[in-house]
């Protein structure tokens, strides 16, 4: 970057490709994760029947087999049809296990077309989605800012692949795989940025370049692992499921849009309190939303073990990974609020050394400390919620929660300031974790089961 007018330029532009590329990835990534566990699991029980009754065949041919193969003189059979039988079972064991999963087909597919789409859109209308994002026509920001994003649009179908990808990955439970291709793309990205940006002097279309071709790196590493254990093409065109994906994506393209509309809201009101209330709120915010996070990875975890449990219908199996990532997610929670509890208030100088901004971030620091647990737990939910395949619940609950909590941001906001703002948003959390306590609890849904 030559200056603070391309720096500004590309903080635009990868705002924007963010924007409209989670619109895509959260419904497509949580939908392709349980359909795929789903599928894996029904696979994995239909292998199993099949090669019990490949050695049981194997076992009835080789006994008839021996009453026509001669004796030695002790009277023991030959041993030749015994190590042809072996020979057969062995073999059968070490045949490769590639398998039709037809939601990965599906999800590859989607994929692609999604990033196809994301590219022409942010190409073709990128002056006036950069002048909504307030670079105006005569900014010197607005030239690097659109030949940034329109060079990084390129990437758009690997991004939304290599995403799709990883939703199979984590339907199978195995996340080393996009770990490792994530970080070889990382590390390309590293190589190659300075290589285009000052050895060949292109700037910010070398920065743009050098990260699109990182997004390809990885989508090929995950593609090349997945032939290894999947057909990519379905037996049959009617054997993907488009129509499952789609009702179930746009669904969760619901819920994204209402959980987007609260936090920008809760952005917005607090900018109206003036800079430093803003900036200390999005300090305070930042903080709350990345370490809540934290809990993503259970979620994740308890979503595909999940998806495999009722897919096999061993409701034992669900009560339990159920109850132990709740756990573990109060326990993340809570060793979360101490940590932030303590550590905010040292670690707050990070971001500002503003006195007037310190003061407010004190305000918000008890706010975001307590509120760990409840933010464990409510993302907890939503994988539990996702492995059950309970997407429907998930949505309206949470359009639900989201007009309940706007009518509170309005209210509170207005009354109580940077305060009302953080006791609007624990309601929010609050009313999110009891949604997902609400379905279990009650035993409705997929977990009727538990009063059965």
Request: glycine share 8%; proline share 4%; with cysteine.
């Amino acid at each position: 970057m030559r200056g603070p007018v391309e720096l500004a330029a590309v903080g635009v532009s990868i705002a924007l490709f963010n924007q409209v590329s989670r619109i895509a990835i959260f419904p497509l990534v949580s939908v392709t994760t349980s359909f795929v566990a789903e599928e894996e699991a029904i696979g994995s029980v239909g292998s199993e029947v099949q090669e019990s009754e490949y050695l049981e065949a194997g076992s009835m041919e080789n006994a008839e087999n021996k009453e026509l193969i001669p004796q030695n003189e002790s009277g023991d059979h030959l041993s030749g049809s015994t190590q042809i039988s072996s020979f057969d079972i062995s073999k059968f064991k070490q045949m490769p296990r590639r398998r039709h999963i037809p939601s990965a087909s599906s999800a590859l597919v989607i994929g692609s077309i999604l990033g196809l789409l994301q590219t022409i859109f942010l190409i073709s209308g990128a002056k006036p989605l950069l002048n909504f994002m307030g670079v105006r026509s005569d900014s010197p920001m607005l030239t690097p800012a659109q030949q940034y994003l329109t060079l990084r649009s390129l990437g758009a179908p690997a991004v939304l692949l290599s995403l799709a990808m990883q939703g199979v990955f984590r339907g199978f439970k195995d996340t080393k795989t996009p770990l490792y291709a994530t970080v070889v793309g990382d590390v390309t990205n590293i190589i190659l940025d300075p290589v285009f940006m000052f050895v060949f002097h292109m700037g910010v279309s070398g920065a743009a370049i050098a990260h699109v071709i990182s997004q390809y790196v990885i989508s090929l590493i995950l593609l090349w692992r997945l032939m290894q254990q999947i057909h990519l093409l379905p037996p049959s065109i009617k054997h993907l499921q488009f129509g499952r994906f789609l009702k179930n994506g746009f669904l969760l393209l619901m819920r994204v849009v209402a959980v987007t509309f609260c936090v920008t809201l809760a952005a917005s009101m607090a900018a109206r309190l003036g800079p430093t209330s803003m900036a200390a709120f999005q300090v305070c915010l930042q903080v709350w939303l990345t370490t809540s996070l934290l809990a993503d990875g259970l979620a994740v975890a308890g979503q595909a073990i999940l998806a495999s449990a009722f897919a096999k219908k061993d409701y034992n199996k669900a009560t339990e990974t159920a109850s132990r990532v709740l756990q573990l997610g109060l326990l993340l929670g809570l060793a979360l609020a101490v940590l932030l509890g303590v550590g905010m208030h040292f670690g707050a100088r990070l971001f500002t050394r503003d006195v007037s901004v310190l003061h407010v971030i004190s305000i918000g620091i008890p706010f975001v400390a307590a509120t760990q647990p409840i933010n464990a737990l409510a993302f907890v939910f939503d994988g539990i919620n996702f492995g059950a395949s309970d997407f429907a619940y998930s949505a309206y609950s949470m359009v639900a929660v989201a007009a309940v909590s706007i009518l509170c941001l309005s209210i509170l906001s207005s009354s109580h300031g940077f305060i009302g703002i953080w006791i609007a948003l624990t309601i929010y959390m609050s009313l999110r974790a009891f949604a997902g306590f609400w379905r279990i609890g009650t035993g409705k849904g997929p977990w009727n089961f538990l009063w059965s």
